[in-house]
């Protein structure tokens, strides 16, 4: 049948349509889940990024630089900014990915149950052409049946040879064929009838309505192509917002940096308080030499002048010997080189300053651990009268324990504010009451081994013989060097 196969043709080519658009859209969906790799894997490595390079210390120890603190709200925002590409991954898979995956499945078995409605469709209308087309065989069969018996009988009945019965049985014959012949007839009528109203129904209402779902289905398979692109923008379009937040953030960072501010903390934070030294006096060696001449008179060089005997101590009203700012005391040998405990590395302005930051500190566990007193002793008085709330005594450790700690805290506190006050003390001192403090108190005559020669800033790094290492005042000191020492010792 030519209209089958041209039917057949139409089917084949809406099956190749709708199977390339659901590959299509799949293709799509396959371009839509690299991309939200491509965000998840860009935010990661954002994440990553800022984790690399946020400082790793202590709140208090991170440096108070405008350009340091302006790096960290760049980083902050920039991984406020990796949150945002997580957003648009997520937002990528569910509303994009997710929603394209669940409609090709869907599309599928649509498509699947409209074709083989259609292959149904067909296969009945087939059906009903070769029960039509087998009625037409047969009665055409009987037909020529009947017209060969009715030729048989025509001959048998003008044969004056033939026997009566012979033209009875042909007669029978041919009755019989002509009713087996109508019944045919009739038959193949019904059937050509049914299958005209079956093909009627079957290219007016079942192939049009299976064309039109398939067409429904791509359309629709269409419009939610378009929804999705559009989702796609929208998850991106969505973090504009917030994304551009974090870019002003940046440049608001980068506005707060200040070369000013950051040039007094440097100061601030280095200022030793040493003051600039004085001139160098003029050293007269001639004053040694023997004035007696020819008449032979002793020499009235004094006995500390002579050689090897130490030289004049320097005069404490000379510039050289102001260095009251100066005065560094010597601290603990520490075990291994960096900061210590009392701050003796720092120079007298910032051991101070780190020093009464650290009774602050302090004070205020201190305060903490009488508020806590307090309340336990509270606690106590309550059980004391209301003894079914609690047994005392089950206090008293406790108690005990904050007392000790207190203690400790107030004993802490007290030596670093005597520390503290001998540096106010000898801010406060004068030149010559500074200099008498250091040869009676802080630095009686010793022995002492150079560790840094004084470098234009008045003061000597050195050691003491117990291995104790300090800063002392140049101007205070005398150097001389000793044959079986590898360094250089100061007598002071």
Not at 261 to 267: E, G, R
Not at 359 to 388: C, G, H, T
Request: contains cysteine; neutral net charge; hydrophobic residues 30%.
């Amino acid at each position: 049948m030519s209209w089958g196969t041209e039917l057949w043709d139409q089917f084949e080519n809406l099956d190749k349509h709708t199977q390339w658009g659901i590959d299509f859209l799949e293709r799509y969906a396959k371009f839509v889940k690299e991309r939200l790799d491509i965000e998840q894997n860009y935010a990661k490595q954002l994440r990553n990024l800022v984790k690399k390079y946020c400082p790793k210390r202590a709140k208090d120890e991170e440096p108070r630089f405008t350009s340091c603190l302006s790096f960290n709200s760049v980083l902050n925002e920039l991984n406020d900014y990796a949150g945002q590409r997580e957003v648009v991954a997520e937002e990528m898979a569910h509303k994009v990915y997710g929603e394209l995956m669940r409609y090709s499945q869907d599309l599928k078995a649509e498509r699947k149950h409209h074709l083989q409605e259609g292959r149904k469709a067909q296969q009945h209308l087939d059906h009903c052409w070769k029960q039509m087309d087998n009625s037409k065989r047969k009665f055409e069969r009987e037909c020529r049946e009947a017209e060969k018996s009715q030729i048989t009988y025509d001959r048998l009945d003008n044969d004056i040879n033939a026997t009566k019965s012979e033209v009875e049985k042909a007669k029978a014959q041919f009755y019989l064929r002509n009713h087996m012949a109508d019944e045919s007839k009739n038959e193949y009528a019904a059937q050509l009838q049914n299958f005209n109203a079956e093909q009627w129904k079957h290219f007016n209402n079942a192939i049009p309505h299976i064309f039109k779902n398939l067409q429904d289905m791509d359309e629709r398979r269409t419009v939610k192509l378009g929804e999705t692109y559009r989702s796609f923008a929208e998850a991106e379009r969505r973090v504009i917002p917030i994304i551009s937040k974090c870019l002003e953030g940046m440049v608001s960072a980068a506005k707060a940096v200040d070369m000013r501010k950051d040039s007094i903390i440097v100061v601030e934070s280095f200022k030793s308080g040493f003051e600039p030294p004085g001139d160098f006096p003029f050293e007269d060696f001639s004053q040694n030499l023997s004035r007696a001449g020819s008449d032979g008179t002793i020499s009235n060089t004094p006995k500390g002048d002579r050689e090897g005997a130490p030289g004049p101590r320097p005069d404490p009203k000379h510039p050289m010997s102001r260095t009251k700012n100066k005065l560094w005391l010597f601290g603990k040998k520490p075990k291994v080189r960096g900061e210590k405990g009392d701050f003796s590395h720092l120079p007298p302005e910032q051991r101070r300053k780190r020093l009464q930051l650290r009774i602050d500190e302090l004070s205020k566990e201190l305060q903490k651990e009488m508020d806590q007193r307090d309340a336990l002793n509270k606690m106590k008085d309550v059980y004391e009268k209301n003894p079914q709330m609690g047994d005392p005594s089950s206090l008293q450790p406790k108690i005990s324990e904050t007392i000790c700690n207190m203690e400790k805290l107030r004993s802490e506190i007290h030596k670093n504010e005597a520390s503290v006050r001998v540096i106010d003390l000898i801010y406060s001192l004068s030149d010559g009451d500074l200099h008498l403090l250091i040869k009676t108190i802080f630095f009686p005559l010793q022995v002492l081994y150079i560790i840094e020669e004084d470098k234009g800033d008045g003061w000597t790094r050195a050691r003491k013989q117990s291995g104790e290492e300090g800063y002392v005042p140049t101007s205070y000191v005398e150097i001389t060097m000793e044959k079986n020492c590898k360094g250089a010792v100061t007598y002071i």
